[in-house]
């Protein structure tokens, strides 16, 4: 399915069992596509069949990348479908558990939310951002939603405005702001008869859209390939041709960084890094038809990891490791002249 593709002409069943068939084809990737062929599931009303997809995850060998936000969508995915004692028990093993996975707090906030579990939902999203915002000066990009998301429930429960509902007002960068937004009273604007009133509130809703499309959106990025040295020894050991592409491990790296700087430069936005195996590289050319040894196969194998949900935002955001894997931050090591 083309990422453009409007949501009211998708076939879901159809998609969902696609994806099921590439996770099949390509297992290090099986996180990544079964989770989106759960959504599809989900969406077509099949919600059994999404917590199936759910549970074949959780029980399988592969290693996850996010168990807790797994567990958290197959207990939203329970309730909608009348499992909530056994969905209320699954969040509950996620709050004692306290993941560092923002997501996974967001999906059973909102899902208790959604239930009228208001201050239940309060204490989750207050929860999972005592956990995950260490500097209030500047709070990681992905636990923006929790701060967001506590905004919302807390206007809905009528309580005052604290330190953390300011931070989210400073980090809300729509037209309208959070207040408006999350004010109780706009439900009753839509029954107005007043079409001034229903304007502003058409207005509101939009910019409230844009928010949520803002934040839904995830396009393949555009991705530059890295080889740890491990990977790019073998890689030049079993194809000798590519060591024009590579000179040395430490040019490969110096590229990489190189090349993202320029393409930021340009105004190319949502860029990211993928990280190549030789065994993937190799399953991939034969899926293609190609030698390995081709160097025009490698922005092909970037797009296609990217595609897979593969890809690592770039530049890393602060206080995070840098993209090379070594062990030091990134502004110490390959962003100390950015």
């Known amino acids: 399915m083309r990422p453009d593709t409007p949501a009211e002409i998708v076939d879901h069943p159809a998609e969902a069992a696609r994806l099921e068939r590439t996770a099949g084809l390509y297992p290090e990737d099986a996180e990544a596509l079964l989770l989106r062929a759960a959504a599809h599931r989900e969406l077509s009303g099949d919600r059994p069949a999404a917590t199936a997809l759910y549970d074949r995850l959780l029980t399988s060998d592969l290693p996850l990348d996010h168990p807790h936000l797994i567990r958290a969508l197959k207990a939203s995915n329970l309730w909608e479908y009348g ?36 201050q239940a939902a309060q204490d989750t999203f207050t ?41 989210a007002d400073t980090l809300h960068s729509m037209p309208i702001s959070l207040d408006e937004l999350h004010d109780p009273k706009r439900v009753w604007s839509l029954g107005s008869d007043n079409p001034a009133e229903l ?22 990025p555009v991705a530059v ?8 020894t073998e890689l030049l050991t079993a194809y000798p041709t590519l060591a024009a592409e590579y000179p040395s491990h430490e040019e490969h790296l110096t590229t990489i960084e190189s090349s993202l700087r320029e393409l ?42 990217a595609a897979r949900g593969r890809a690592v935002g770039w530049p890393p955001e602060a206080g995070v490791g840098c993209w090379c894997g070594v062990g030091r931050g990134y502004g110490e090591c390959h962003g100390v002249d950015g």
């Open 225 to 232: 390939l890295h080889w740890p040295a491990p990977e790019l």
């Open 264 to 305: 930021a430069a340009s105004g190319t936005a949502n860029l990211g890094i993928v990280t190549g195996t030789v065994p993937s590289y190799e399953a991939f050319a034969a899926s293609e038809s190609t030698s390995p040894s081709d160097p025009s196969l490698l922005p092909q194998y970037a797009t296609t990891l």
């Open 83 to 118: 499992h909530e004692a056994e969905a209320r028990a699954i969040i509950e093993g996620l709050r004692a558990a306290a993941p560092r996975d923002p997501a996974a707090w967001v999906i059973v906030a909102e899902s208790l939310e959604s239930h009228d579990e208001l």
């Open 199 to 220: 304007a502003a509130e058409i207005t509101r809703l939009r910019a409230e859209l844009g928010a949520y499309r803002a934040a839904l959106s995830r396009p393949y």
């Open 127 to 167: 929860q999972g951002a005592g956990l995950l915002i260490g500097d209030p000066e500047n709070p990681p990009a992905a636990a923006h939603p929790l701060l967001f998301g506590r905004h919302r429930v807390r206007r809905m429960l009528g309580l005052p405005h604290d330190d953390w509902d300011a931070l």
